[in-house]
């Protein structure tokens, strides 16, 4: 092939970039496996950034066994909730092992968000998570090599069926059981110093080796609140389940 003159260096660096370009999953297998997908779950893809991340969430949507009722409130549901009985009822469970904490752990306290976490905030998180990107990373490098031309619709099976080589600590947007006021996250904090927070990377080093995974658990006993936990897939200790009890 003949190039222009004083093309040749161009020529060079391009494809220098190019051997190093992520790899793509050609569009029909990422259409196929997401033909399924109901409009909301669409419409979160579109926000999310860069193709693995994007196939990673798609994975969790076609896993999920309730995608519907799973699903993260809207914003007007989530203004609904504001001030009501069940808001209420819940955060007053949130006080009690707080107090039951406190009690038990003189000059330490647990700090909580009580907000519900909107799609917004779990599409922001989803994209800047590490451990979403390591896990999108292998995924994406995976699905090039299982995608085929013309075997499109095995790719979906293949998806459901791949599994992470390391835990991801978020759910994917819209699956969080933050986005229906489901859970909550509690931090250790003496003051105003945070001594046990929610980076996975302080499970041993706080939560195991100092106790705090321990004593969250005794006051949640102590208080009686309507509370299950921890989170075992990924290992959160800070994590617990709101089980609300029926009217």
Known sequence: MD????TAGIVL???SQW????PAVPGACFDAAAASLPVQAGEALDR?????????????YLRAADLAGQWSWSQERIEAYEGSAAQRAAHADVAR???AFAAANPGYALHVNLQVRSLDEQVRKWNGNASV???ADALLRAA???CRPGREALFERW??????????????????SHGQALAYDFQVVQGDTLVAGTDSRSVQSRWIADGWAARLAAAVRESGASLSGPLRRPDEPWHYRYEPSSP
């Open 144 to 146: 090039t090599r299982a």
């Open 3 to 6: 190039f222009l003159p004083g």
């Open 48 to 60: 999310i950034e860069g193709q693995g991340r994007q196939l990673l969430a798609v994975r969790s």
């Open 133 to 135: 990107g390591a896990a």
């Open 19 to 22: 051997s190093h370009a992520a």
């Open 159 to 176: 998806l459901r069926s791949w599994r992470p080589p390391a835990a991801v600590n978020l759910a994917a947007p819209g699956l969080s």
């Open 13 to 15: 660096l391009l494809a």
């Open 97 to 99: 092992v707080q107090a």
